[in-house]
């Protein structure tokens, strides 16, 4: 005679399975629905996060400086609070590591929310995807970002990050 799992039993097995096998790598979705306030203002902050990360991609620091505020505070969830100077040299140290890795940055498609700041400037919220060779090994990991942008005589800088979910 064949033995039959009860179907509670089964659904419980098939739950833990599924619990205890993570994929290596997590993709976060945007859960509502966004629409800018400002299409304008959301394409100038689309725009800056381009020019800054291909700045990184291309591992130009001096490219960099031109997008940070010299107040700038840049909150890391797993490295602490830098100012611009820690964050600037922070910068040349992983461009320095990572010459032959291919790191780059990419603004995860459909991540990307703009809001105005009244007589400031705006909050970029997104996610991003970092990605190198190790191993000869696609290594990537995609984190929550949060930055602070203010236009300031006709120039948009950062002046407050907050990466974090590491």
């Known amino acids: 005679m064949k033995k039959t799992i009860p179907f509670s039993l089964l659904a419980l097995l098939l739950y833990l399975a599924a619990a205890c096998s993570t994929p290596k790598q997590r993709v976060p979705e945007q859960t509502a629905s966004y629409t800018p306030a400002s299409q304008e203002l959301y394409d100038t902050i689309a725009r800056m996060d381009s020019v800054m990360f291909d700045a990184f ?85 995609t984190f929550k970002n949060i930055m602070l942008w203010q236009q300031k005589d006709g120039k948009w800088k950062v002046t407050r990050v907050i990466s974090y979910d590491h």
């Open 57 to 141: 991609n291309k591992q130009d620091p001096d490219k960099l400086k031109e997008v940070f505020s010299e107040d700038l505070e840049f909150y890391h969830d797993k490295g602490g609070v830098t100012d611009y100077a820690q964050t600037m040299e922070n910068f040349r140290t992983l461009f320095e590591r990572n010459r032959d890795t291919g790191l780059r940055r990419d603004l995860v498609k459909g991540s990307l929310e703009v809001y105005p700041i009244v007589g400031f400037g705006a909050v970029e919220i997104c996610l991003h995807r970092f990605c190198h060779q190790e191993n000869g090994q696609d290594d990537c990991g």
